[in-house]
Antibody, heavy 124, light 106 residues
Framework: EVQLVETGGGLIQPGGSLRLSCAAS????????MSWVRQAPGKGLEWVSV???????YYADSVKGRFTISRDNSKNTLYLQMNSLRAEDTAVYYC??????????????????WGKGTTVTVSS | SYELTQPPSVSVSPGQTASITCSGD??????ACWYQQKPGQSPVLVIY???KRPSGIPERFSGSNSGNTATLTISGTQAMDEADYYC?????????FGTGTKVTVL
């Protein structure tokens, strides 16, 4: 069964750091694109970051320079290192498998498997 | 940065058709997908590549994309379809979600 399980969330003070983990089963993280998506309380979905199978990484402007996405191939696990946390980073953080296809000269992407999320609360 | 705009809410009677729009600059030149999210649950993919349904998604869900607007249509809406719906596209390697639409089945 294809599954993603996020861990590592919690209560952290502003300016602090936290590392989220996303353990995958049923498929290989390193062979796929993987994204982090967050959802602030009562708000919509916000894409955070993606790591490509080749290792390239991309970030939303709101987290660039503060967050780092990575993976451990031996553990089949995705990570999100979050530094200099702010109150506005408070959210449920989801990891998702980010698939790519190509049709009629264009790429398309979609997230087909999602974890249940882990909650990050940034507050003093 | 690229933006996708959705109506905040859509109301529909059981058995009727609900249409949810997603607007973005030249969105029809990209591919869009759609997610359903029920309270307290993770998002679920319902449409990808503009109009394709993943395995297990009912046929009453369909999608289209042209010009500046992508549309998710729910035909014969059921009470279980009451949820938030988000469109998503990508631009310059960045993923972008729409603002979200709450569908209420009255």
């Amino acid at each position: 069964e294809v599954q993603l399980v996020e861990t590592g969330g919690g209560l952290i003070q502003p300016g602090g750091s936290l590392r989220l983990s996303c353990a995958a089963s049923g498929f290989t993280v390193s062979s796929n694109y993987m994204s982090w998506v967050r959802q602030a309380p009562g708000k919509g979905l916000e894409w955070v970051s993606v790591i490509y199978s080749g290792g390239s990484t991309y970030y939303a402007d709101s987290v660039k320079g503060r967050f780092t996405i990575s993976r451990d191939n031996s553990k089949n696990t995705l990570y999100l290192q979050m530094n200099s946390l702010r109150a506005e980073d408070t959210a449920v953080y989801y990891c998702a498998r980010d698939l790519r296809g190509y049709s009629y000269g264009r790429y398309y992407y979609y997230m087909d498997v999602w974890g249940k999320g882990t909650t990050v609360t940034v507050s003093s | 940065s690229y933006e996708l705009t959705q109506p905040p809410s859509v109301s529909v009677s059981p058995g009727q058709t609900a249409s949810i729009t997603c607007s973005g600059d030249k969105l029809g030149d990209k591919y869009a997908c759609w997610y359903q999210q029920k309270p307290g649950q993770s998002p679920v993919l319902v449409i990808y590549q503009d109009s394709k349904r993943p395995s297990g998604i009912p046929e009453r869900f369909s999608g289209s994309n042209s010009g500046n607007t992508a549309t998710l249509t729910i035909s014969g809406t059921q009470a279980m379809d009451e949820a938030d719906y988000y469109c998503q596209a990508w631009d310059s390697s960045l993923r972008v979600f729409g603002t979200g639409t709450k569908v209420t089945v009255l």
